[in-house]
């Protein structure tokens, strides 16, 4: 039994128009979702998609979750600072210091990402989006871990980092304290059971390791909504036939 990740789906205002956003900045297509989102497709091996869902709701409070992109040289670093402001994104303080080699921006609907300096260590060979940053605990990356398949890269000090065995972006999760939680995350990850698995298997596997079913309102759907060991949620879209 296995899951893949399939996609980080954002919630937005405007699903197009960040989609728009984030296809400028990446390089990536847009592509057929088949849950009716508005979804890019990686044109490099990061191995999942983007998915933007319409909400009612503006965002509150600071993400759990943001992007760090990588740097091959400084001018790069520049050149993708000045391509995402010009694609509508902004400067953010979130406390990082005027020492920070790092860039911390908004894109247009206010969701954090990082554009990292240039011979990070961490993130060499990981490509362009370089990672997904998780503010969670150590238990939630052992989850992950087990939930995906993807070895631990990382395990050190309560912080921990998986990464896929075919390469391409870490998740990394940031230790404790964890920040406030707003009463629902605007974004989270999207699982499909691999070719060959079943569905309610994988969530009940997923129950066994410490996810739980919630309730968010979502009436009949083909998935299945989940709260990781932290409390964030995630889905397990239908077994592909």
């Known amino acids: 039994m296995a899951l893949d990740l399939h996609a980080v789906c954002f919630d937005a205002i405007d699903p197009q128009g960040l989609a728009r956003f984030w296809a ?44 760090d992109l990588t740097s091959a040289a400084a001018e790069d670093q520049d050149a993708t600072v000045a391509r995402a402001l010009g694609l509508g994104a902004s400067h953010l303080d979130i406390g990082q210091g005027p020492d920070a080699e790092h860039v911390v921006l908004a894109d247009p609907e206010g969701n954090e990402f990082c554009v990292i300096e240039a011979g990070n260590s961490f993130l060499a060979g990981c490509g362009f989006l370089g990672a997904v940053n998780c503010d969670g605990t150590r238990d939630v990356g052992y989850f992950w871990s087990r939930a995906l398949g993807w070895p631990l890269v990382w395990d050190q000090d309560e912080e921990t980092a998986i990464q896929s065995p075919q390469g391409g972006p870490k998740i990394t999760w940031s230790g404790p304290p964890l920040m406030p939680r707003p009463a629902k995350n605007r974004q989270h990850f999207d699982l499909t059971p691999a070719a060959g698995s079943d569905q309610q298997a994988e ?39």
């Not at 410490?210 to 009436?219: E, S, Y």
């Open 24 to 67: 400028g900045v990446l390089g990536w297509e847009r592509t057929d979702d088949p849950e009716g989102a508005v979804a890019l497709a990686p044109s490099d091996r990061t191995g999942f998609w983007l998915r933007f869902a319409p909400t009612p709701e503006a965002k509150s409070l600071q993400n759990r979750i943001h992007f």
């Open 203 to 241: 969530v009940e596997r997923l129950i066994s390791l410490g996810a739980k079913r919630i309730d968010v309102g979502q009436g009949a759907v083909s998935w299945v909504i989940m709260a990781d060991p932290d409390g964030n949620e995630f889905c397990v879209l239908a077994s592909r036939e």
